[in-house]
């Protein structure tokens, strides 16, 4: 019980912190209790050890802390990874050669193919290209996404690399380069993950996501036969069990000798303890599971609604402006918008409206020339009255990744049909 209860804890609150640091500061999570937390933990706490640190060290405690967590955040290195490896490795080793002999043939296929394939899909991820923009492929990257004049507009150069930002790219401070369809800089496989190894990164959530499930449940399965062996009547799920020892009870009908909650996990927890190494790595399998999967959620979400991380963060930011009314649209010349389309000849959709955020709500002059567009400005109040360009629906959105520079058809369509395609989804951030 002690035992259970104690890895049962400390895995609950390692697989919490890191998804309150990890996803804590996204939009969707505004004004929520993870909000809140991740406030509490990067923001109020570490203020708070700082003042104590500047009153009894002279501030020399955190920042050599400082100087130790901006390596780990925006330096290039494999810590994590490392960590990553370490944990899988570690706990196969710990479980399946205790585990074995009580595998079936097919299960003992299904560990070894499970097992393997997060350290395939995770070097895959970790060594493809992501999307490096270069003065050689610039014209590429340019081809693949036509300018939405909303979170990208034609123009605009990156001051680092010093070349033309491609829609839907991003520099990637930590690796110090320009990436096509930057989704964000991942720590886990110490790489961008961008146009080039996206469903890569997807692939490593689902096998990881299913690896831990999968091995969970059935290390869960041995211990609980190897419990059903020592007392026949106990039942993992539903929670059923019969006290069957003679004693005090022999007398009573057996329906009524059902165990406390306490007993069935008594019971449960001998299991553990006898196979600890099997044991705590289900467990750990089990707990962290829903932490992946829903990684694994949020990253189809984003396929769903055809945006990348950082495009969601850009849409949170209009969200708020928009509703201040600090935002407004107009019609984007034809002429103009087709000159964007005709550099992405593969993407079936145009931009059909400029959007533009104003510094004091006030929309900016109709004539003004340096704006693209014609007409009067629309004050736009939500999401919802925007086109999200790169949403091609699900499967569309899913082809994207998966197929390197997908053709899609419906450029055959007369462009009248083309354009202002309304949007299905709206981001929700
Ligand atoms: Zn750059
Ligand atoms: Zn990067």
Same mark, same amino acid.
């Given at each position: ?9 400390i ?20 004004r ?30 955190t ?28 706990s ?22 499970? !097992? =393997? ?28 996404y ?7 507009? *034609? ?24 990436? !096509? ?26 096998s ?13 399965c ?17 929670w059923?069990?019969y ?14 000798r ?10 449960? =927890?001998?299991?553990?303890?006898n ?6 790595? =289900?467990?750990? !399998?089990l ?63 145009? *931009? ?20 693209p ?14 086109e ?7 499967? =569309? ?6 197929i ?12 009248s ?7 299905k ?5």
């Amino acid at each position: 019980m002690g035992v259970l209860a104690k890895i049962a804890a400390i895995v609950l609150a390692i697989s919490l912190m890191t998804f309150i640091i990890f996803f804590g500061r996204l939009p969707v999570f505004r004004r929520t209790p993870i909000a809140w937390l991740y406030t509490f933990f990067v923001v109020n706490l570490p203020s708070g050890v700082l003042a104590l640190d500047r009153a009894l060290t002279g501030g020399r405690f955190t920042s050599s802390l400082m100087r130790f967590g901006s390596f780990m955040m925006n330096d290039k290195h494999p810590t994590v990874v490392i960590f990553f490896l370490v944990l899988l490795a570690g706990s196969e080793w710990m479980a399946i050669p205790s585990a074995w002999e009580f595998l079936s043939n097919f299960q003992r296929v299904c560990v070894v193919v499970f !097992g =393997s394939l997060p350290y395939i899909f995770l070097y895959l991820a970790a060594y493809t290209d992501p999307g490096t923009v270069s003065l050689t492929n610039l014209k590429h990257h340019l081809s693949l996404y036509p300018y939405d004049y909303a979170l990208f507009h *034609p123009g605009h150069r990156c001051y680092t690399c010093n070349l033309l930002k491609p829609p839907r790219s991003k520099h990637c401070p930590v690796c110090k380069r320009c990436v !096509g369809r930057l989704d964000h800089h991942c720590i886990f496989i110490n790489n961008c993950v961008g146009v080039g190894n996206h469903h890569w990164f997807l692939l490593l959530l689902l096998s990881t996501a299913f690896l831990a499930s999968y091995g969970g449940w059935t290390g869960l399965c041995i211990l609980r036969d190897r419990v059903l062996e020592r007392w026949p009547t106990w039942s993992l799920f539903p929670w059923r069990a019969y006290e069957v020892s003679g004693g005090a009870l022999a007398d009573t009908p057996l329906a009524t000798r059902k165990m406390t909650f306490n007993t069935w996990l008594v019971l449960l =927890s001998w299991g553990m303890k006898n196979f600890i190494h099997l044991g705590s790595v =289900s467990l750990l !399998g089990l707990l962290i599971s829903p932490l992946v999967w829903g990684l694994l959620a949020y990253n189809l979400w984003n396929v769903w609604t055809g945006q990348t991380t950082n495009e969601s963060l850009k849409w949170g930011d209009y969200k708020y402006d928009m509703e201040e009314g600090m935002v407004y649209k107009r019609r984007i010349a034809a002429a103009e918008s087709s000159q964007v389309a005709a550099t992405s000849s593969r993407w079936p959709l145009e *931009p059909d409206h400029v959007i533009v955020r104003t510094e004091d709500g006030n929309p900016p002059p109709p004539n003004d020339k340096a704006l693209p567009g014609v007409g009067e400005w629309e004050r736009v109040w939500t999401l919802r009255d925007v086109e999200n360009l790169y949403d091609l629906g699900f499967w =569309s959105n899913l082809k994207d990744i998966f197929i390197p520079n997908y053709q899609f058809n419906t450029k055959d369509l007369p462009a009248s049909e083309r354009r202002g395609r309304p949007r299905k989804r709206v981001p929700r951030t």
